[in-house]
């Protein structure tokens, strides 16, 4: 099984950084996705960006596409997530996941979830 853990999480005003860090115990095999979600108060969650572990391959939704930067370092078994010009609308409560098949980035489909990190951007 694998265990994640994520940091990184704070307030932050609009257009300012965040990185959000999710360190992993347990291999994370090479076929795996590693995805990023989050949560607003009273709200679905939502897919934020992923990676495919071994080849690198990223993909982002709409909303953070050339805002946010997913990345990897896999000798510490660890995923990032790099968030720039940070709007109200980015807060919630961030999530790492696992997808073991690395077939899907649907939240449903995903093994493995940390427990979270808030995000709060203040407007």
């Known amino acids: 099984q694998v265990q994640l853990v994520e940091s990184g999480g704070g307030v932050v005003q609009t257009g300012g950084s965040l990185r959000l860090s999710c360190v992993a115990s347990?291999?994370?095999?090479?076929?795996?996705?590693v995805g990023w979600f989050r949560q607003a108060p009273g709200k679905e969650r939502e897919f934020v960006a992923c990676i495919r572990w071994g080849v690198g391959n990223t993909y982002y939704s709409d909303s953070v596409k050339g805002r946010f930067t997913i990345s990897k370092n896999g000798a510490k078994n660890t995923a990032y997530l790099q968030m720039e010009n940070l709007r109200p609308e980015d807060t919630g409560v961030y999530y790492c996941?696992?997808?073991?098949?690395?077939?899907?980035?649907?939240?449903?489909?995903?093994?493995?979830w940390g427990q979270g990190t808030q995000v709060t951007v203040s407007s």
């Open positions: 996941a696992v997808e073991r098949n690395g077939l899907t980035y649907n939240a449903q489909d995903y093994d493995y």
């Open positions: 347990g291999r994370i095999f090479s076929s795996s996705i």
